[in-house]
């Protein structure tokens, strides 16, 4: 069974501008979480998809935002860029069916903002 | 608030040592309780979940404890390896939602 991909891997931007980066469950996940992840705050939760609606938010701007699709894929986007926008961003993903509902993390998406 | 912590931050160990690294939480309403290694610079591997109803759990060299009165888990490395050199971290779920809060890790250096 693949695990959670995330794409892309790197990407470098400029303040100011926005990004989408995209997350793929575990075949048969619909919950998807994201994370952003920085040497300062730690990994601090972003928000929590499932079957297509956010179930919750982090303490993050309006400027974050995210979705997910009916195969349960998600993207989240950040727009107006800033510095402190450069962060490791991983998802996550469970199958929500039990209350075990361990969750797998994918490899991240390493975002630089200049 | 509800807030995860670690101890030790780091910890540098020679070779075949047992290990023990601690977390703490506050509020003992969990729901469960997870522990992830992380590589430098990539993503997050689980390694044990425990559930509010359980005391431990065990997968090869690695068991991880609860005690949900006292608000703290431990967990226990058996005759460590250079291969267990990443940073492990804590991260406790408290409602039925996937919301993890993470504690910020402890950096395990094992040397032959």
């Known amino acids: 069974k693949a695990g959670v991909t995330q794409t892309p891997r790197y990407l470098i931007k400029t303040r100011g501008q926005q990004v989408t980066l995209s997350c793929s469950p575990i075949s048969g996940h619909r919950s998807v979480s994201w994370y952003q992840q920085t040497p300062g705050q730690g990994l601090q939760f972003l928000f929590e998809y499932f079957s297509e609606t956010q179930r919750n938010k982090g303490n993050f701007p309006g400027r974050f935002s995210g979705r997910q699709f009916s195969n349960s894929r998600s993207e989240m986007n950040v727009s107006t860029l800033e510095l402190g926008d450069s962060a490791l961003y991983l998802c996550a993903s469970s199958s929500q069916t039990s209350a075990y509902n361990e969750q797998f993390f994918g490899p991240g998406t390493r975002l630089t903002v200049l | 608030k509800q807030e995860v912590t670690q101890i030790p931050a780091a910890l540098s160990v020679p070779e075949g040592e047992n290990l023990v690294l601690n977390c703490s939480f506050t509020?003992?309403?969990?729901?469960?309780l997870q522990w992830f290694r992380q590589d430098p610079g990539k993503g997050l591997t689980s390694l044990l979940l425990?559930?509010?109803?359980?005391r431990e759990q065990t997968s090869g060299r690695l068991n991880a404890s609860l005690d949900k009165s006292s608000g703290r888990s431990t967990l226990y490395i058996a005759a460590s390896q250079p291969g267990d050199s990443a940073t492990y971290l804590c991260a406790v779920r408290w409602g039925v939602s996937d919301k993890l809060i993470f504690g910020t890790g402890t950096r395990l250096q094992v040397f032959p």
């Open positions: 509020d003992s309403a969990i729901y469960n």
């Open positions: 425990i559930q509010s109803s359980q």
